[in-house]
């Protein structure tokens, strides 16, 4: 007797679900969106965007050449001008109800032409959109001039003389190209920009604790320094200061994964394990120092903000580094190999790792990954001891001592396992 087969689900149904489900949820939003702003002329929002997508997909999957589908669009399109028209009537301009029509009859194509996860990532981006109204305006309105044109010109440098730069190595002794220099300015200058816009202008002032750990993702030793100072201005008696910049040290650790992951997956899944571990550590250790701390509300960050990451004097800087940093690693590796990487690695820390990183992870070395991966530990362990430093030296005395203690026991165990780890 034959085993009996399961019947293979038809693409065309997967397809056909997809679009009714993500129609009903773009409809949905709107729908929650109408609600929430108290909108009263409006030309439907759940079932209409549904039967929007079912249109759009039938009507592209018949039409060989297009041309029923661009008919369609044609026909919405002049219902929804007319409909617009009607509202501008009323004295009303806003255009969420048509982008959002827009937005379901393009579903169905889509789900037939691109990958699922596309069309998720789709949805739920035009969601966000739709429901970080408030959010979007507020940065809009807090956000400088001149970081706005700061912000352009560095798309203009990272999306149009990037890919124009060259891909050979800059010289014999300098294992980089140009290309690869500006790719490292862009991706440790797009990271820390996150950190920068959260703690400038999305959570500013909610509390020294949480304005330490978002500073990790922009740089854990800026914050380490910038709370350090500001503990002299608090109760003596207070461990906050000492919790936020633990916490910084560990949104240092998922922020190296993440770059040696856009570069090197391999390495990031084998670096994984040690990083999560010592975050891990970090926070635990930050919850123990907070929690004999008064019951009273955190005080208010009124720390100056950092500096604007994509600076362009910022991430000249940076190429610099990175450049200088790479022939050094090359000629180390050439004359030193093993011995002479760990000590240059130790070095790098106790500066600013960022560019040695990148230069480690760009470079066309013939070290092996794991070597690598090692000296980035190390780094690591070195900058914890640098941070450590600054924060006996500048803090207050109290949270100064309670926060080099876990530092330096990151520190060590970071060089630990850099030196003698598998």
């Known amino acids: ?24 949820l773009l409809g949905l939003g709107l ?17 209409t965007c549904t039967f929007i997508g079912i249109i759009g997909f039938v009507l592209f999957r018949i039409g060989e050449n297009g041309l029923l589908y661009l008919g369609g669009m044609a026909v919405l399109g002049t219902l929804l001008a007319l409909y617009y028209h009607s509202k ?9 109800g048509i982008l959002m029509a827009l937005l379901s009859y393009l579903v169905g194509p889509i789900a037939l032409e691109l990958p699922d996860w596309f069309l998720i990532l789709y949805v739920i981006t035009a969601l966000f959109v739709l429901n970080a109204k408030e959010k979007i305006h507020l940065l809009t309105e807090k956000m400088a001039r001149e970081e706005i044109i700061t912000l352009a010109r560095f798309l203009v440098l990272s999306g149009v003389i990037l890919p124009l730069t060259p ?7 300098v294992p980089v190209s140009l290309h690869q220099t500006w790719t490292a300015v862009v991706v440790i200058s797009g990271i ?35 709370v350090a100072r500001h503990s002299r201005q608090l109760d003596a008696g207070s461990s906050q200061p000492a ?5 910084a040290t560990a949104l240092m650790y998922p922020r190296l994964l993440v ?43 009124t720390m100056a903000a950092p500096p604007n990451p994509l600076e362009l004097s910022s991430a000249l800087l940076f190429a610099a580094l990175f450049v200088a940093i790479s022939a050094a690693n090359q000629y180390i590796l050439a004359e030193y190999a093993h011995t002479g990487l760990q000590w240059m690695s130790f070095l790098a820390g106790l500066a600013d790792i960022d560019p040695f990183v990148m230069s480690l992870l760009q470079g066309n070395y013939t070290a092996p990954s794991l070597l690598i991966g090692k000296a980035i530990a190390i780094a690591t362990g070195s900058n914890n001891l640098l941070k450590a430093c600054y924060a006996l030296v500048l803090g207050e005395r109290r949270s100064g001592r309670l926060a080099a203690t876990a530092l330096t026991v990151l520190g060590a165990l970071n060089l630990a396992w850099g030196i003698w780890g598998d």
């Open 1 to 24: 007797m034959e085993p009996s087969t399961t019947p293979a689900v038809p693409p065309l149904l997967v397809d056909f679900l997809l679009t009714v489900l993500m129609s009903f």
């Open 31 to 47: 729908r929650e969106y109408y609600l929430f702003s108290h909108k009263s002329q409006v030309y439907g929002t759940t079932r």
């Open 88 to 96: 501008l009537d009323q004295q009303q301009v806003g255009m969420i």
């Open 167 to 173: 891909r050979e190595p800059i010289a014999d002794f």
């Open 192 to 226: 820390s920009y996150l950190g920068y816009l959260l703690q400038t202008y999305l959570l500013k002032g909610q509390g020294i604790l949480l304005t330490g750990a978002i500073g990790g993702i922009y740089s854990s030793t800026a914050a380490t320094v910038v």
């Open 243 to 247: 919790a936020a910049i633990i916490l």
């Open 259 to 301: 770059i040696v992951a856009i570069f090197n997956p391999p390495l990031s899944l084998h670096l994984a394990p040690c990083f999560m571990a010592l975050s891990a550590i970090c926070a635990g250790w930050a919850f123990l120092v907070i929690r004999d701390h008064d019951s009273q509300g955190l005080p208010a960050a």
